[in-house]
């Protein structure tokens, strides 16, 4: 069964750093393209990354670029977000969710998610 | 980057009846578009994309369609758990940009 599980979320001070986590079951992250994907508090979703099903491109939007990394490792089939110099803006809820296309460039529409995992930046 | 309006930004319906969600493009995103459903609480998820081929899984009740700048999702006869919060998503250009959604709620 494919499952995606996001872990990591907190509440953190302006300034500071996080790293996310989503644990992937039921398909390899070699096989598929996987995004970031955030909601702030009352609002819509706002894209934020991609890595490709190869990890030879990593894409940002440009009000995290810079400041958010995604990752992965393989063997742990597990997808990563590294925040930094986060901001209040930052606030929301990050859901990891999977690209369609497997073995190819990414679709960039999500056909998986998890059920997200919280981020409060705030002092 | 490509705008996405989606209108109207509540839609009240009763049980059973038809509902109708539009869903506009600043400019053309061919038919790379896809629409998701998300009720409270809970993830989006993924019902159509290529503007109006269901996802897997998803009752034939909805339907999408439109090209270019202007798309439709249409549920036939609504159902109790189809109250919800609807997004459209185009993916035909940099950045993928979604609407900020239209909430179907019970008349």
């Known amino acids: 069964q494919v499952q995606l599980v996001e872990s990591g979320g907190g509440v953190v001070q302006p300034g500071k750093s996080l790293s996310l986590s989503c644990a992937v079951s039921g398909f390899t992250l070699s096989s598929y393209g996987m995004h970031w994907v955030r909601q702030a508090p009352g609002k819509g979703l706002e894209w934020v990354a991609v890595v490709w099903y190869d990890g030879s491109n990593k894409y940002y939007a440009d009000s995290v670029k810079g400041r958010l990394t995604i990752s992965r490792d393989i063997s742990k089939n597990t997808l990563y977000l590294q925040m930094s110099s986060l901001r209040a803006e930052d606030t929301a809820v990050y859901y990891c969710a999977r690209d369609p296309n497997a073995l190819g460039s990414p679709y960039y529409y999500m056909d998986v998610w998890g059920k997200g995992t919280t981020v409060t930046v705030s002092s | 980057e490509t705008v996405m309006t989606q209108s109207p930004a509540t839609l009240p319906v009763s049980l059973g009846e038809r509902a109708t969600l539009s869903c506009g493009a600043s400019q053309s995103v061919s038919s790379d578009l896809a629409w998701y459903q998300q009720k409270p609480g809970q993830a989006p998820r993924l019902l159509i994309y290529g503007a109006s081929t269901r996802a897997t899984g998803i009752p034939a009740r909805f339907s999408g369609s439109g090209s270019g700048t202007e798309f439709t999702l249409t549920i036939s006869s609504l159902q109790s758990e189809d109250f919800a919060v609807y997004y459209c998503?185009?993916?035909?250009?940099?950045?993928?940009?979604f609407g900020h959604g239209t909430k179907v709620e019970i008349k």
């Open positions: 998503q185009q993916y035909n250009s940099w950045p993928q940009t």
